[in-house]
């Protein structure tokens, strides 16, 4: 279950983070400062910096669900183009989003 570091500080610009989980359309991080689609409220988008510099955009946040709908518990951070090449999740990645315009 990913902490959901917005809760606490909905202000938070950065946190460090580690994947716990990769598809081909997202990603799962142990913690998160990203708002997750809810209530008719759009998911956070921003971005992932990574250990090594490389950025991943991230277009929406949702909450993932078994597929019989029951909810994981953790948040899934949609990727602008897919994921070609699935990686270990042993690399930490810095979160930094872009405050959204109303």
Not at 20 to 43: E, H, K, M, V
Not at 52 to 61: E, K, S, Y
């Amino acid at each position: 279950m990913a902490q959901d570091i917005f809760q606490q500080n909905s202000y938070l610009q950065e946190c460090q983070s580690t994947v716990t989980a990769i598809t081909q359309q997202s990603i799962t991080l142990d913690r998160t400062r990203f708002y997750p689609l809810s209530g008719g409220q759009a998911g956070d988008s921003g971005y992932l910096r990574l250990a090594n510099g490389d950025r991943i955009n991230i277009v929406d946040t949702r909450k993932e669900k078994y597929v019989n709908g029951v909810l994981t518990g953790n948040i899934a951070h949609v990727t602008q183009y897919g994921l070609t090449k699935k990686r270990k999740p042993t690399w930490k990645s810095m979160i930094s989003r872009n405050p959204k315009m109303s």
